[in-house]
C-alpha cells in the first residue's frame, strides 16, 4: 500500500490526548505533539517489492514441492526385503554308463599247481637244489637220489651191448667169406642161410643189449626228482638223506608259469550274468595293493549247501599274492545307464530310501528312490529318477517336504 505525499505544511488530523489538536509534518515526519509516524519515502518502495516478489515465488516453489511430493497421494516405494529362503545346492545327474559291480570273496590259489613226487623206484636223496619262491625250467633237477648200485647196472648192460656187436661183426664175416665160396661148389646154399641166420641173431642180440641199456639209463634218469614244466616252486617236502619211493607222496609244489587265481565265492544271484573275460581288481588281506585280474571260469553248478558258486579270477605272479592266502575282489559283471548321486544326496528312514527334488516353484518335494550299485563314483540310482531334475546334493535332513528354498546349482557354488 503506497502513501501519497501531501503538500501542505500542516493539517489538522483531529483531538490527540486531552482536547489537544495535532498536527503533522510530512516532511519532519512527525505528528505535532506526539511520537513520531513511520511514512514510506520514495526510495523504499522498490525494494519492498523485490522482497515481496521474492516471498511470493519463494511461497509457490514450496506449494508447488508439496504437492508434488504428496498431493498426488504417492507414496516412497518402500525397500526391497532380504531373501529369507535358504540357499541349497542342487545338481542334475542326468544318465550314466554305471559298471555293476559285484564284490566277493576267496582263496588265492595257483591256477595250476603241479604236485612233484618220485617218478622212479627211488631211494635215498643226496641233494635238494631248489627253495619254495624258486623260478625253475622244464626238465630242472630239483633233487638228485643216490644211484651207486643203478650206475653198476648201467655199466654192466652196456658190456653187454659190446659183446652183442662183437657177434655180429664176427658172424657177419663168416658170412661174407660163405657168399664168396658158395659159387665154387665148397659151401651149400644150406649152409649159407644157416651163415645168414647166425649173422641176423646177433644183429637181434645187439639191439636187445642196447634196449635193456637204454631202459637202465632211463630209470637212472628217473631218480632226480625233476620239475615237469616251468614254474614257480611252491613248497618243498624234501631233504637229504630222506629215503623216497614212489608211494613217498609229494614231495614239492610248483604252480605251472607261476600264474595265480583268486577262488571267489558268489551268491547264486551275483553269478547270473557273469561271464569269462570280466574284469577284477583283486586286494589281498592286510595289503592296500590292488591287482589287476580277469575271470576265465564261472562255475557250473552250485553248492546246494552254500548255495553258491566259484568264479576262478586268473593273476598275474606278484610275490604280495601268496597261495592259501584270502583276499577280496570287486567283479565288473555288466553295465547299466542310471543317474549318480553322491552318497549325501540320499537320505534314509523307516520308510526307505529318498531324495529331495526342487520343483519349478522352488519348494522341495520328497522322492522315493531304490539304489543300484554303490560304489566310490557314488549312488547309482536304479528307480525313481529319470535324472532331469533338480535334486539337493546335501542338507536333505533339515528340509520339509513343501519348504521354498533358493537353488544353487553345483557349478555354480564350486565356481563360486
Known amino acids: ?9 500542516t493539517v489538522p488530523v483531529g483531538v490527540w490526548g486531552q482536547g489537544r489538536v495535532a498536527g503533522m509534518n510530512y516532511e519532519s515526519g512527525r505528528i505535532e505533539g506526539g511520537e513520531p509516524l513511520l511514512l514510506a519515502g520514495p526510495d523504499d518502495t522498490p525494494r519492498r517489492r523485490r522482497r515481496l516478489i521474492i516471498g511470493a515465488v519463494a511461497i509457490a516453489a514450496a506449494l508447488a514441492l508439496a504437492w508434488f511430493l504428496f498431493g498426488r497421494g504417492e507414496k516412497p516405494a518402500p525397500a526391497k ?5 535358504p540357499a541349497v545346492t542342487v545338481t542334475v545327474p542326468g544318465r550314466q554308463t554305471i559298471d555293476r559291480a559285484v564284490s566277493a570273496t576267496g582263496t588265492l590259489a595257483a591256477r595250476r599247481e603241479m ?12 641233494r635238494v637244489l631248489v627253495e619254495p619262491g624258486q623260478w625253475v625250467q622244464a626238465g630242472q633237477v630239483l633233487a638228485t637220489v643216490d644211484r651207486a648200485v643203478q650206475t653198476q647196472t648201467a655199466a654192466s648192460l652196456a658190456a653187454q651191448v659190446a659183446v652183442a656187436r662183437s657177434d655180429q661183426t664176427l658172424a657177419q664175416a663168416e658170412l661174407d667169406r660163405a657168399q664168396a665160396l658158395v659159387d665154387r661148389g665148397f659151401i651149400s646154399k644150406a649152409d649159407l642161410q644157416r651163415r645168414t641166420a647166425t649173422r641176423d641173431a646177433a644183429a637181434a642180440r645187439v639191439k636187445v643189449a642196447q634196449a ?6 632211463s630209470r637212472n634218469g628217473r ?43 558268489l551268491a547264486e544271484s551275483d553269478l547270473l550274468g557273469l561271464r569269462p573275460g570280466a574284469r ?24 546246494p549247501q552254500t548255495r ?17 592266502g584270502f583276499a577280496s575282489a570287486s567283479i565288473v559283471a555288466g553295465a547299466a545307464v542310471a543317474p549318480l548321486l553322491p552318497e549325501t544326496a540320499v537320505q534314509t528312514d523307516g520308510k526307505g530310501q529318498y531324495v529331495y527334488v526342487v520343483g519349478a516353484d522352488g519348494k522341495v518335494a520328497r522322492r522315493d528312490v531304490k539304489i543300484g550299485q554303490v560304489s566310490n563314483a557314488g549312488v547309482a540310482i536304479a528307480g525313481g529318477l529319470s ?10 535332513a533339515f528340509l520339509t517336504p513343501g519348504q521354498a528354498v533358493r537353488p544353487v546349482p553345483q557349478a555354480a557354488r564350486k565356481a563360486g
Open 223 to 265: 631218480l632226480d626228482i625233476r620239475a615237469p614244466a616251468a614254474g614257480l616252486v611252491l613248497t618243498r617236502q624234501a631233504e637229504p638223506g630222506q629215503i623216497v619211493s614212489a608211494g613217498s607222496g609229494i614231495l614239492f609244489r610248483m604252480a605251472a608259469g607261476g600264474q595265480m587265481e583268486l577262488r571267489a565265492q
Open 81 to 85: 526385503a532380504p531373501d529369507q529362503r
Open 308 to 324: 553258491q558258486g566259484v568264479a576262478r579270477v586268473a593273476l598275474k605272479y606278484d610275490p604280495a599274492l601268496r597261495p592259501g
Open 115 to 126: 604236485p612233484v613226487g618220485v617218478a622212479g623206484e627211488g631211494g635215498m636223496i643226496t
Open 1 to 9: 500500500m503506497s502513501v501519497v505525499p501531501y503538500r501542505s505544511n
Open 212 to 217: 635193456t641199456l637204454a631202459e637202465q639209463r
Open 280 to 303: 577284477a581288481e583283486v586286494t589281498p588281506v592286510g595289503s592296500s595293493q590292488s591287482f589287476p585280474g580277469e575271470v576265465w571260469q564261472v562255475s557250473p553248478v552250485i553248492d
Open 387 to 396: 535324472g532331469s531334475e533338480r535334486v539337493v546334493l546335501s542338507a536333505g
